[in-house]
């Protein structure tokens, strides 16, 4: 493929990049992967570049404010081939066609010299001002690079501008696991454009990236017999490993020509060689480092999914298996399940895929509030997902926070209830929340783990959630959690209501269940009153007034559902309690 080479005033001003087939690429001084940032003549975004039919295309875009000259002429609008320049500003652009193929066939070096990393690291540089002004800038440049792309392009220029006599240089790659696998160029540059392709020797890639050395090879010099129809691009070159798991393989080859007054390979010219080495080491050893925190950020990155914020907050300086052993807590459990998903699933029998993206954006809504008020996504269910709270930190307001997400989990379905184009429509959800004592961390099988928390209370919330679907309730609390809302939270906030003292199908003790309420503000269906007049009915039926409890029943709106467990309950027994009546209602179904 054609590259296009940008040359500044200073040598350090430059790229080459490869420009891809049939594709629109903006040139500027501000874009992206085509910038220019050196060159205050070039409008942020200055002309329209495109390789096809063999040639570029070049148009300025309207607005510009410098020309364009080709041939010696200003033009908005041309064509270029390979060999041709263009100028904008104080930049030449040059279209090349040149190649770099790695070359099998490289005669015995005159000289050969191996240095190992130490060595250079010990080395003094003779002009220690010049290279250490040019290395500071070496992380900025590469670090800053928004891709691996950007980075080789940037590393080049610097070594070029830093190394004088380099003519050219190359980012290599070889499979060190693999003997007879192809040395891969990533990125290459030279200095000056010519006609014949750049040849890396594969004998001394091969090497360096084997011994983990820097090796020189020198074909010719002023007292020594030349080689120079090996190597048109200079006297020598060397390979210098790029070391670190982010880099394995790769290496930095340059190439270039000994100055004129060298009397030998192994005279003054060597000796600068040697600086060359030191400088090219720096940056190779800037570049692995800078890799390797990359690719750490990277790992991190893709942990975030597996790990909620606080978790990856703990483990943050932390050994891993100190934070993430299990050990008992206080916590707080939340179970929430998606209603409608049996329904949705028949209908979308013909579009599998598209239901399972609708069921993930509804269960994003529950994580998503899970982790906003600093909880753990412990597991998902289905359709259902468990969160939990008072792990790995100790959190006070551990019921509060659970509260809250349950609130706006609510909030979010029901306010998605209207809207057939959004993903939550034709869902609803049941919630249950419970609080106590559990065994929170790493838990698991020697083949497989994951962080989540088990325990009695784990399975009360669960059940509470599938007591939402005969209560009537969007969310359930049990007495613990119930108790702290009412003690600790402003009915600003949150309100909580009694429901029913019942039997879990399954359950030997008996459960007083609570329901969570948005506040009178937010949700005016069910005013202080109503509540109130619901408790008194429930009262009521524990001290077996079922005639009073059915009236103050009706005085509870009928849009409410709750109501309707306990107005049910009491007819089906004609308004008579039971003679072993006990207040407890027991429940024929999870």
């Known amino acids: 493929m054609p590259d296009l080479i940008a040359q500044g005033t200073a040598p350090e001003y430059r790229w080459r990049r490869t420009l891809p087939p049939a594709q629109t690429c903006i040139l500027g001084r501000d874009a992206g992967f085509w910038s220019v940032p050196w060159d205050n003549r070039i409008s942020r975004r ?72 130490q060595y250079l690291k010990d080395l003094r540089f ?11 800038r070496i992380p900025e440049i590469i670090s800053s690079a928004a891709s691996d792309e950007e980075m080789f392009v940037r590393l080049l ?53 084997s011994t983990g050395e820097s090796v020189v090879h020198v074909w010719s010099g002023s007292s020594q017999q030349a080689v120079p129809s090996f190597n ?77 914020p606080v978790v990856s907050e703990a483990l943050a300086g932390h050994e891993p298996d100190e934070v993430l052993a299990p050990r ?64 790995p930190f100790a959190q006070e307001d551990a019921v509060a926070r659970a509260c809250r997400a349950a609130l706006d989990i609510r909030a979010a379905f029901e306010a998605a209830s209207g809207h057939q184009d959004l993903p939550l429509a034709d869902f609803s959800i049941g919630i249950g929340i419970a609080t106590g004592r559990a065994v929170a961390g790493k838990i698991g099988t020697v083949d497989q783990v994951k962080v989540t ?44 209501r009694r ?10 003790a008996a459960l007083e269940v609570s329901e969570l309420l948005p506040p009178q503000s937010e949700y005016p269906a069910l005013s202080d009153d109503d509540i109130a007049a619901y408790e008194a009915a429930l009262e009521a039926l524990l001290a077996r007034n079922w005639e009073e409890a059915f009236q103050l029943l009706h005085n509870v709106p009928p849009e409410d559902r709750v109501k309707d467990f306990l107005t049910v309950f009491i007819a089906q027994h004609n308004r008579t309690p039971p003679d072993d009546w006990d207040g407890v209602i027991p429940l024929a179904s999870k």
Not at 260 to 274: C, H, I, K, N, W
Not at 476 to 491: G, N, Y
Request: net charge negative; hydrophobic share 40%.
């Open 157 to 209: 220029s610097v070594l070029l501008s830093g190394i004088p006599h380099a003519v050219a240089a190359a980012v290599v790659a070889v499979d060190p696991q693999q003997s007879d696998s192809p040395v891969t160029v990533l990125h290459w540059d030279r200095r000056t454009v010519t006609d014949r392709d750049f040849q890396p020797s594969d004998k001394l890639i091969r090497q360096a990236v």
């Open 328 to 391: 008992e807590t206080e916590v707080s459990v939340l179970f929430c399940d998606l209603r409608g998903f049996a329904r949705q699933s028949e209908q979308a029998a013909d579009d599998l895929l598209g239901l399972l993206h609708r069921v993930s954006d509804a269960l994003g809504v529950t994580t998503h509030h899970i982790l906003d008020q600093g909880g753990v996504v412990g597991d998902f269910h289905g359709d259902a997902a468990m969160g939990f709270w008072g792990w």
């Open 232 to 308: 048109p691009d200079g006297d020598w070159a060397y390979c210098t490993p790029i070391t670190g798991k982010a880099c394995a393989g790769w290496a930095i080859y340059v190439a270039g020509g000994f100055s004129g007054d060298a009397s030998s390979p192994d005279g003054a010219s060597v000796r600068a060689l040697r600086d060359d080495l030191k400088y090219t080491e720096l940056v190779a050893t800037t570049l692995g480092n800078l890799r390797e925190v990359r690719l750490l950020e990277r790992s991190q990155t893709g942990l975030r999914q597996f790990f909620s």
């Open 453 to 496: 928390v088990f325990g009695p209370v784990v399975n009360l919330a669960a059940r509470l959630e599938g007591m939402t679907k005969l209560l009537r309730a969007p969310i359930l609390l049990d007495e613990t959690t119930a108790a702290q809302v009412r003690a600790l939270t402003s009915r600003n906030e949150a309100r909580v």
């Open 46 to 117: 200055h002309a329209e570049l495109c390789w096809k039919d063999r040639c570029l295309e070049v148009r300025r875009i309207a607005g510009s404010r410098n020309p364009i000259f080709v041939r010696g002429r200003e033009e908005d609008v041309f064509t270029a081939l390979p060999g041709e320049h263009f100028v904008i500003g104080d930049t030449t652009f040059i279209l090349t066609d040149e190649r770099v193929t790695i070359t099998l066939e490289a005669p015995r070096p005159v000289t050969e010299r191996t240095f190992s990393a």
């Open 126 to 136: 003779r002009d220690a001002d010049e290279r250490i002004e040019v290395l500071s």
């Open 499 to 508: 429901v029913a003292v019942v039997k879990p199908y399954g359950f030997d």
